[in-house]
């Protein structure tokens, strides 16, 4: 298998390791903000706040600091990103207190969490496909995304496990373990790309790693107008996400008069899907790339779907199964597509793509809750048609503004038509 060649190289297996920690500290952030200020206020619209909080770094930093995210894009940088990260999450259980005063410290610090967050994920999408061939740039992908795919299956077990010996506040501080984690990784990294770069040129002296020049984004996409068609395909799958992701316990109450087990259930075939999913993915030759993503993107919508008119549970877990198969194709199919580009033009796609999915899922959770109080199943069948008419939009579009800009490209300069 393709994942255990990768893993037999170190500096794959150091990654690997350091973001299946990560992954699971982000698990255990995740659950601790929401737990944190729902006990301290008893209300979802302060829980609502603290997720666009956390997410307003991405949105704003994505949009007008190319600059400043560019200035991070070395392994040494973005240990010291997470060293920042650590001490941050490490400071809650101390700063916190119940009350007005903690919830406010407590999201200034999701807001520097969340601005530190937004200069380091970008830039090590950016770096990591330099570490393979570029045949192998597809299976390396589909391994981080791995990490992904495994702690939706693990990570309640171990957040529930670890619940039993800490309170939800100390979990801010396990996850800042597993940021020294990564920082130490990440200065590994940096250590190993300069040993490779010092015995491909013996003797020579080593000068700092060169830091990637911020490029606009526009003028790339208009060159590769497939490019930003995926990348509006996937705002508007993370907008219609907030569905599933909010609707779905009160769905299956309402329909099939199921209570948290049947909602675990369906989570946990979601999880076996997508495992299943990145599997196949990660391992196959695919076709025509935008032809995958918006395939994935078409079965995800018709899951939505499948969720509004499902008569029993284990149709349920059916649909679910089919829509985590999905997930990693689409994901990984467009990651590996961005890292076809040279660096500092793949630092900003990612990072625009970062910044189009949080903006979209932002907006997504502070609307269509609202929709599925008021008709759960009729907003899973409209979110579906809504991402299915999308991704058919996106396919056609995507071949006849591909095709255009290429005829375009291969006219001589100066010529006309008449």
């Not at 406010?104 to 200069?119: K, P």
């Not at 990570?155 to 309170?167: A, D, K, N, R, Y």
């Not at 909602?263 to 999913?277: D, E, N, P, Q, W």
């Not at 109080?373 to 991704?391: H, V």
Request: with cysteine; charged share 10%; glycine share 12%.
């Amino acid at each position: 298998m393709g994942y255990l060649r990768l893993l037999r190289q170190r500096p794959i297996l150091v990654l690997w390791s350091s973001a299946a920690l990560s992954v699971l500290g982000d698990r255990l952030y995740g659950l601790a903000i929401m737990w944190v200020v729902y006990e301290a206020t008893g209300s979802a619209v302060w829980m609502g706040i603290a997720a666009v909080v956390e997410s307003l770094p991405y949105i704003l930093i994505g949009t007008f600091g190319r600059g400043l995210i560019a200035r991070f894009s070395s392994f040494g940088a973005l240990g010291w990103l997470d060293a920042g990260r650590a001490v941050v999450a490490c400071a809650v259980p101390l700063l916190w207190s119940p009350g007005q005063g903690g919830i406010t410290v407590l999201l200034v610090l999701v807001l520097l969490l969340g601005t530190l967050g937004v200069l380091f994920d970008p830039n090590l999408g950016g770096l990591v496909p330099d570490l393979v061939r570029p045949d192998r740039v597809r299976e390396v992908t589909a391994l981080l995304d791995l990490t992904n795919r495994i702690a939706v299956i693990a990570g309640p077990g171990c957040v529930g496990l670890i619940l039993m010996v800490v309170s939800e506040v100390q979990l801010f501080a396990i996850d800042g373990v597993t940021f020294i984690v990564s920082a130490a990784a990440m200065w590994w990294l940096r250590a190993h790309t300069h040993r490779v770069a010092r015995a491909a040129a013996p003797g020579a002296v080593t000068a700092p790693a060169r830091r990637a020049e911020p490029v606009a984004a526009w003028p790339v996409l208009r060159r590769h107008p497939d490019v930003a068609v995926a990348v509006g395909l996937h705002g508007i799958g993370f907008f219609v996400a907030a569905v599933s992701a909010v609707g779905l316990p009160t769905l299956l109450a309402v329909r099939l008069g199921q209570g948290a087990a049947g909602y675990g259930l369906a989570l946990s075939a979601v999880g076996a899907g997508a495992l299943a999913g990145n599997l196949l993915i990660g391992n196959l030759r695919a076709g025509r790339w935008l032809t995958v993503y918006c395939s994935a993107w078409t079965v995800t919508g018709l899951a939505l779907i499948g969720y509004s008119t499902a008569p029993t549970l284990p149709v349920v877990l059916g649909v679910g199964f089919a829509a985590g198969l999905a997930a990693p194709a689409a994901a990984v199919t467009l990651r590996t597509k961005l890292a076809g580009f040279v660096p500092a033009q793949r630092l900003r796609l990612i990072t625009v793509d970062q910044t189009v999915i949080r903006t979209a899922g932002t907006v997504g959770m502070l609307t269509l809750p609202v929709a599925v109080d008021a008709a759960p199943a009729t907003t899973f069948a409209g979110a579906g048609l809504l991402l299915i008419a999308a991704a058919a939009t996106a396919a056609a579009t995507g071949r006849r503004v591909t095709a255009a800009a290429i005829m375009s490209s291969r006219e001589p300069a100066g010529s006309q038509t008449s």
